[in-house]
């Protein structure tokens, strides 16, 4: 699986957008983007994955450059309970390598 | 929908016992994952389960060992604990093998050992 890079800390005045950028610049043709927060002492939760279109779900938009060397997540309106650890994963989801690669991810601290 | 359940969610063990945790999938699921968070470090791969085999294993040691059963549920065991295995394990569950499904965690059992 390609390795993704993200920045260790951010923060979002609550109520703005949060907007969480990731680097994936080996990703192969056929590896989605996915992501990841996990607030603490809790498991991952899953957020919104996508391969080259950009996707929106009720809780956050993923933005994925044309060249798909790198992807924005965005937080439209974040709130304080947005307080978390956030991974960005790509994974190519092959027969016999299934397991997720999780990196440091970035904390991000929504103020009030 | 209920979500992944792991059970139990705290554990106390010391050095040389062995533990079992327990994981059901999302209804539906078939494939089953384990991790290993310790503290301060991050997700570790451990094992993959799909239709009661096992898939793949992570770098970890055999006493660290697992099954699936019919209804599609997880053990995993840890024999000779040591010190070192003090971590949350977390459990994630797939709809199927291949594809793209995005794996669903549950809140894990926090194993600690004196």
């Known amino acids: 699986d390609a390795k993704t890079t993200q920045p260790p800390s951010m923060d979002c005045a609550e109520g703005r957008a949060a907007n969480l950028p990731c680097n994936h610049s080996?990703?192969?043709?056929?590896?989605?983007v996915y992501w990841y927060r996990q607030i603490h002492s809790q498991g991952p939760q899953y957020i919104i994955h996508?391969?080259?279109n950009n996707e929106t779900n009720e809780m956050a938009s993923l933005i994925i450059t044309e060249d798909r060397k790198s992807s924005t997540l965005i937080l439209p309106h974040a709130t304080l309970r947005d307080t978390a650890v956030y991974y960005c994963i790509v994974s190519a989801y092959s027969g016999s390598a299934r397991q997720l690669t999780f990196g440091s991810g970035t904390q991000l601290t929504v103020l009030p | 929908e209920a979500g992944v359940t792991q059970s139990p969610t705290h554990l106390i063990k010391t050095r040389g016992q062995q533990v079992t945790l327990r994981c059901s999938p999302i209804?539906?699921?078939?494939?089953v994952y384990w991790y290993q968070q310790a503290l301060g470090l991050g997700l570790q791969f451990l094992l993959w389960y799909d239709e009661g085999e096992e898939r793949n294993r992570g770098n970890f040691p055999p006493r660290f060992s697992g099954r699936q059963f019919p209804n599609y549920s997880s053990e995993l065991n840890v024999n000779a604990l040591e010190l070192e295995d003090s971590a949350l394990y977390l459990c994630?569950?797939?709809?199927?093998?291949?594809?793209?499904?995005?794996?669903?965690f549950g809140d894990g059992t926090r194993l600690s050992i004196l």
């Open positions: 994630a569950s797939s709809p199927r093998a291949g594809g793209n499904q995005p794996q669903h």
């Open positions: 080996t990703i192969s043709g056929n590896e989605y």
């Open positions: 996508g391969l080259k």
């Open positions: 209804s539906g699921h078939t494939s």
